[in-house]
């Protein structure tokens, strides 16, 4: 399973960025696809997911809101849309994939597989 992030960048409050995961190596029926996040100094948080299979949707209360979770089946790829930036939503953002199906407030340790990562900085 190989997942690859893309769409991080700098922006400034207020504004919006697309995160996209593209992922391959297998198919993702019955997984859940996440969306995590990891600030300087501070442990992996869960952001978003979804169950690949369905609508479940779960969310952070802290993106609640402001960010949505979709993906398309045709390419494979998950994204992440952030809206109403925040300088606390800077950090890494990572996607991730469970084979448990696990979208409901999932903790890192709960998820199989994982993307690189990509950097998201909201300047104030």
């Known amino acids: 399973v190989q997942l690859v992030e893309s769409g991080g960048g700098l922006v400034q409050a207020g504004g919006s960025l697309r995160l996209s995961c593209a992922a391959s190596g297998r198919t993702f029926s019955g997984y859940a696809m996440g969306w995590f996040r990891q600030a300087p100094g501070k442990e992996r948080e869960f952001v978003a997911a979804?169950?690949?299979?369905?609508?479940?949707?779960g969310y952070a209360d802290s993106v609640k809101g402001r960010f949505i979770i979709s993906r398309d089946n045709a390419k494979n790829t998950v994204y992440l849309q952030m809206n109403g930036l925040k300088p606390e939503d800077t950090a890494v953002y990572y996607c991730a994939a469970d084979r448990g199906g696990n979208y409901y407030y999932p903790q890192p340790n709960e998820y199989d597989y994982w993307g690189q990562g990509t950097q998201v900085t909201v300047s104030s």
């Open positions: 979804m169950y690949w299979s369905g609508s479940n949707t």
